[in-house]
T-cell receptor, first 114, second 109 residues
C-alpha cells in the first residue's frame, strides 16, 4: 500500500538517551517534513527537506537533527532527549510540483521522555 | 507575527450543518488548507482554496476571502463519524505551512 510509514508507533525514553524516529515514503514525493503536535498548539515544523540531499530548519529545530540521503527516507534524531520533547511526532511528504501540494502524513510516533 | 485563529471546540447535532471559521494573518498567501484529524490518528487533507469563493466537495465546502483573511469549512448532513478536529493551515510567501491549533468538533445524536 502506497503511503508514508513511521516507526516506532510509540516509545518511552529516559532523558539523555539518543533516539531516532524513522520515516519512509513510497510516493516519490520530493518534499518531506517533521512536525510535532502538542495539546492546544498547532502542528509545529521541526525540520524539512525540499529534495534529497538538502534539509532546512523549521520553527522548533533545537535538539533535533535530520538527514535526507535519498528520496524515500527522512529520519529524525534526538541527540539527547529531554522531557519537553515529549510529544506526538508526525512525518509528512508532499509533491511540491503540484499546485495544491497537500501533505500526506504518517500515523505518528508518540514519544514520552521521562 | 503569523497567526491562525479558529475556535477551540464546537458542538453540533447529527444531521445538522456546522460552520468552522478560520482567520489568518500571514506573511504572504499561497493557499489555504483544511485537514481533518480523528483522535489518535494522522491529519488527512480535506480542501484547498487559493482564489476567493466557495469550493464544494460532497458534504464539505470551503470558502475563502483573501481580502478579509478569512475562511470557513461548512459541513452538511453531519454524521457521527465527522467528530474530529479540523485544522486550518495557510501557506505563506516562503511556501511554508502555518497551522491553527485546530477545532474539535463534537457531534451529538
Amino acid at each position: 500500500i502506497a503511503g508514508i510509514t513511521q516507526a516506532p508507533t510509540s516509545q518511552i525514553l529516559a532523558a539523555g538517551r539518543r533516539m531516532t524516529l524513522r520515516c519512509t515514503q513510497d510516493m516519490r514525493h520530493n518534499a518531506m517534513y517533521w512536525y510535532r503536535q502538542d495539546l492546544g498548539l498547532g502542528l509545529r515544523l521541526i525540520h524539512y527537506s525540499n529534495t534529497a540531499g538538502t534539509t532546512g530548519k523549521g520553527e522548533v529545530p533545537d535538539g533535533y537533527s535530520v538527514s535526507r540521503a535519498n528520496t524515500d527516507d527522512f529520519p529524525l534524531t534526538l541527540a539527547s532527549a529531554v522531557p519537553s520533547q515529549t510529544s506526538v511526532y508526525f512525518c509528512a511528504s508532499s509533491d511540491s510540483r503540484v499546485e495544491t501540494g497537500e501533505l500526506f502524513f504518517g500515523e505518528g510516533s508518540r514519544l514520552t521522555v521521562l | 507575527g503569523q497567526n491562525i485563529d479558529q475556535p477551540t471546540e464546537m458542538t453540533a447535532t447529527e444531521g445538522a450543518i456546522v460552520q468552522i471559521n478560520c482567520t489568518y494573518q500571514t506573511s504572504g498567501f499561497n493557499g489555504l488548507f483544511w485537514y481533518q484529524q480523528h483522535a489518535g490518528e494522522a491529519p488527512t487533507f480535506l480542501s484547498y482554496n487559493v482564489l476567493d469563493g466557495l469550493e464544494e466537495k460532497g458534504r464539505f465546502s470551503s470558502f475563502l476571502s483573501r481580502s478579509k483573511g478569512y475562511s470557513y469549512l461548512l459541513l452538511k448532513e453531519l454524521q457521527m463519524k465527522d467528530s474530529a478536529s479540523y485544522l486550518c493551515a495557510v501557506r505563506d510567501s516562503n511556501y511554508q505551512l502555518i497551522w491553527g491549533a485546530g477545532t474539535k468538533l463534537i457531534i451529538k445524536p
